[in-house]
């Protein structure tokens, strides 16, 4: 898998933070619905991917509660400083962050795989790592949610030979569209 160079990664601490508080400030509420209506509860396992400044990382450590845990990937941390307790912050690119197969409950990337040239290896990697019946969500563009029903397997997920863009992007075999 080549590495793709973040385009936002040289920017100035300021600009980048005023850049994703601008994000938070027009997403957050519709992504935040959107999560609900996937699923997320107490207790859940849950992996945000692109944390960003942390907004929906730290609304869904709030929601799942203590019993609940977070793993917030990000290639660059340098916005979050102390994330709650029942979050895992981790430094680094979605492509190469080994995930466990079968490990979260609920799966959340906004604005991330439009910056992945290969992105269908990253969502094949997301899909096998999430829970069978369980809810994952990306946002590009346009808001692709998917849920991994009880009948799929890891091995019969998101196409790896699909050539439309990811605005276009197929629902993989065995999932529940989430939005209505």
């Known amino acids: 898998m080549s590495r ?15 850049r994703l508080r ?16 996937a699923g997320l509860k107490r207790g ?5 991917v692109g944390a960003g400044a942390g907004s929906i990382m730290a609304w869904i450590a709030s929601e799942i509660g203590p019993s609940g845990h977070v793993t917030a990937v990000d290639i660059n941390t340098r916005f979050i400083s102390n994330p709650p307790p029942n979050v895992q912050l981790l430094c680094g690119d979605i492509q190469t962050v080994p995930l466990k197969p079968d490990s979260f409950d609920l799966i959340h990337a906004r604005y991330v795989l439009v910056h992945i040239s290969e992105y269908q290896t990253v969502l094949q ?10 809810a994952s969500s990306s946002r590009s563009r346009t808001f692709l949610p998917f849920a991994r029903s009880k009948g799929a397997t890891r091995e019969n997920g998101p196409s790896k030979t699909s050539t439309k863009p990811l605005t276009r992007c197929i629902l993989p075999k065995g999932s529940i569209p989430l939005w209505e």
């Open 4 to 18: 793709t160079e973040y385009v936002f990664q040289n920017t100035s601490f300021q600009a980048e933070l005023n």
């Open 125 to 134: 990697t997301l899909w096998r790592s999430l829970k069978p019946g369980e």
């Open 44 to 48: 859940m396992r849950c992996l945000e």
């Open 22 to 37: 601008s994000i938070e400030a027009i997403f957050d509420p519709e992504t935040r619905r959107r999560l609900l209506s």
